[in-house]
């Protein structure tokens, strides 16, 4: 909320970067000329990723999608079969899962 307060009662997350282009704002324009808000626009990008979090969901997914290419690329050599996951040791040690404790049994 742009008074300052959110729903707990204390600063919101994003005030600070709303008093900044506020301040940015009073500092660069006057009632009849609008054209400082040029200068105000890094400011105001910072205000809208604190809202909107865009830019930082766009890192995220590149950083996924990158990761996502080299496990895929590169597949594990030691990874367990189906049934090793399904059992996981719990009921009637398999020949699965024998496999994957080896003979720690």
Same mark, same amino acid.
């Given at each position: 909320?742009?008074?300052?307060?959110?729903?707990?009662?204390?600063?919101?997350?994003?005030?600070?970067?709303?008093?900044?282009?506020?301040?940015?704002?009073?500092?660069?324009?006057?009632?009849?000329?609008?054209?400082?808000?040029?200068?105000? !626009?890094?400011?105001? /990008? @910072?205000?809208?990723?604190? $809202?909107?979090? #865009?830019?930082?969901?766009?890192?995220?997914?590149?950083?996924?999608?990158?990761?996502?290419?080299?496990?895929?690329?590169?597949?594990?050599?030691?990874?367990?079969?189906?049934?090793?996951?399904?059992?996981?040791?719990? !009921?009637?040690?398999? /020949? @699965?899962?024998?496999?994957? $404790?080896?003979? #720690?049994?």
């Amino acid at each position: 909320m742009s008074s300052g307060y959110g729903l707990s009662g204390a600063p919101s997350r994003c005030f600070p970067f709303w008093q900044e282009l506020l301040a940015c704002y009073v500092v660069n324009t006057t009632a009849e000329d609008d054209s400082g808000k040029k200068k105000c !626009l890094p400011v105001m /990008e @910072d205000y809208y990723e604190c $809202l909107h979090h #865009k830019k930082e969901a766009a890192k995220t997914r590149a950083l996924q999608h990158a990761y996502r290419r080299a496990q895929a690329a590169h597949p594990r050599e030691d990874a367990p079969k189906a049934g090793a996951i399904r059992n996981l040791g719990l !009921l009637d040690a398999g /020949e @699965d899962t024998q496999s994957v $404790l080896g003979s #720690k049994r």
